[in-house]
């Protein structure tokens, strides 16, 4: 039970770093209104992304010391 909590404290911590990297990031960064949005797409998408498939990735590995 303790592991778990350590992991859901880690993960939580990080998404705050990251949710306050964006913000204090996001006005900096400029971007043009052109049709090349897909660059803002990946901005927004990849954290998330990101954050799936290491959640996944540590899920699949615990499954496999089972």
Excluded: D, E, Y
């Amino acid at each position: 039970m303790g592991s778990n909590l350590g992991f859901l404290v880690k993960v939580m911590g990080l998404s705050a770093l990251l949710a306050i990297a964006i913000k204090s990031v996001g006005p900096w960064v400029v971007v043009s209104a052109t049709p090349r949005n897909i660059v803002v797409l990946w901005v927004v998408l990849l954290p998330s992304l990101a954050l799936g498939i290491a959640l996944g990735w540590r899920a699949w590995q615990q499954r496999s010391l089972l």
